[in-house]
C-alpha cells in the first residue's frame, strides 16, 4: 500500500492465454520490422474498461461493492478482433493497438465499462475523459513515426489470424509500479453470466 493508502488500480477484463500466446507472434514481427517504439508485454494484455489511477484503498471497496451486480448480469462469451487500431485517430500517431468487433458480448461488456465509470467518478478516481474504446495496447510512439511506418503496422496487424478471446470473468487489480514495468495484482473478481458472485482474491 502506499503512503497515505492509496492504490493505483484498473477495472479490466482478463487476457485469454490462446489469445496472447497468438499476439506474441505478431509482436515479434513488428518488433522486427518497425521504427523504434515502446512495446507492451504480455502480462498488460487486458481489455481495460476503466483506468482509476491512485484512490483510497477504501474506496476501492465501496467500487468493487457497486460495480459487483453490473458484471454479475453481463453475459460471458467470445470476442473477436477487428484489427488494428491507432490513436489518435488523426494527426501523429501515439498508441498502437488491436481493436475489437461489434457484437452482443462486446455490447454488453461496454455496458459494463459505463457502469463502472459512473462508479469511478462517484469515488473519485481520476477523470480519464476518454470514451471506451474497446482495444488492447501494444505499443506506444515516443518519437514520430513516418506514415509509411504507421501503415506498415496497420497491414501487419489486419492481416493476422488471432484466436477468438473467451471474455468469463471482470477484474479490479492494483498496478504496482516497478523498474521493470508495472506488475497487476488482482484485488477483487466476478464471474460473468450470473455465475458465482465476486470474491475477494
Request: a neutral charge.
Amino acid at each position: 500500500m502506499k503512503e497515505g493508502g492509496l492504490v493505483r488500480a484498473f477495472v479490466a477484463i482478463p487476457s485469454d492465454p490462446m489469445w496472447v500466446e497468438s499476439t506474441r507472434g505478431v509482436l515479434e514481427r513488428l518488433r522486427n520490422s518497425l521504427p523504434e517504439a515502446s512495446w507492451t508485454r504480455p502480462e498488460s494484455w487486458h481489455l481495460t474498461l476503466r483506468f482509476l489511477g491512485e484512490v483510497p484503498r477504501e474506496a476501492l471497496l465501496r467500487f468493487s461493492s457497486a460495480v459487483e451486480p453490473f458484471a454479475a448480469k453481463t453475459v460471458q462469451g467470445e470476442i473477436r478482433t477487428e484489427g488494428a487500431v491507432v490513436f489518435p485517430p488523426r494527426g501523429a500517431a501515439r498508441v498502437l493497438g488491436v481493436g475489437f468487433a461489434r457484437s452482443e458480448i462486446l455490447d454488453g461488456i461496454s455496458r459494463l465499462a459505463e457502469s463502472a465509470e459512473r462508479e469511478a467518478r462517484l469515488i473519485g478516481a481520476e477523470d480519464t475523459r476518454r470514451p471506451f474504446h474497446p482495444h488492447v495496447t501494444l505499443g506506444r510512439i515516443r518519437r514520430p513515426w513516418p506514415p509509411e511506418a504507421v501503415e506498415s503496422f496497420r497491414r501487419e496487424v489486419d492481416s493476422w489470424i488471432f484466436p477468438v478471446w473467451q471474455a468469463r470473468a471482470c477484474v479490479l487489480f492494483e498496478s504496482l509500479l516497478s523498474t521493470e514495468g508495472a506488475v497487476h495484482k488482482p484485488l477483487f473478481e466476478w464471474s460473468l453470466a450470473g455465475g458465482d458472485r465476486g470474491v475477494r482474491a
